[in-house]
């Protein structure tokens, strides 16, 4: 069982940034996956970012939405167990709650993650 703990959302202006965090309660294998996904009202969850330890010694793999590429950077500090998202140059369609979890398969699949958490709400104003 993991549990996936987010904070560091909040109100922003377009433009700005804001950095999320996901605190697992457990190390995770380094064939799982942690992803950001986000839902806005009325629309499904969709996948943000993703990052796993790939099978070589110090190797990453990074996904990312094509809506967020070039705005958004997704890292992980194994030794704390966390992963975060640097969200810069924000805009209104960003806002959503946006939430942390753990899986493998295709990254982007919301249905291959089995442990979520709460979510945190972020929120973007123009």
């Known amino acids: 069982q993991v549990q996936l703990v987010e904070s560091g959302g909040g109100s922003v202006q377009a433009g700005g940034s804001l950095r999320l965090s996901c605190v697992a309660s457990?190390?995770?294998?380094?064939?799982?996956?942690l992803a950001w996904f986000r839902q806005a009202p009325g629309k499904e969850r969709e996948g943000v970012a993703a990052i796993y330890t790939g099978r070589s010694v110090g190797g990453s793999d990074e996904y990312y939405a094509d809506s967020v590429k070039g705005r958004f950077t997704i890292s992980r500090d194994k030794a704390k167990n966390t992963v975060y998202l640097q969200m810069n140059d924000l805009k209104p369609e960003d806002t959503a709650m946006y939430y942390c979890?753990?899986?493998?398969?295709?990254?982007?699949?919301?249905?291959?993650?089995?442990?979520w958490g709460q979510g945190t709400q972020v929120t973007v104003s123009s």
């Open positions: 457990v190390a995770t294998n380094s064939n799982d996956l």
């Open positions: 979890a753990s899986g493998r398969g295709r990254w982007y699949l919301a249905r291959n993650y089995n442990y």
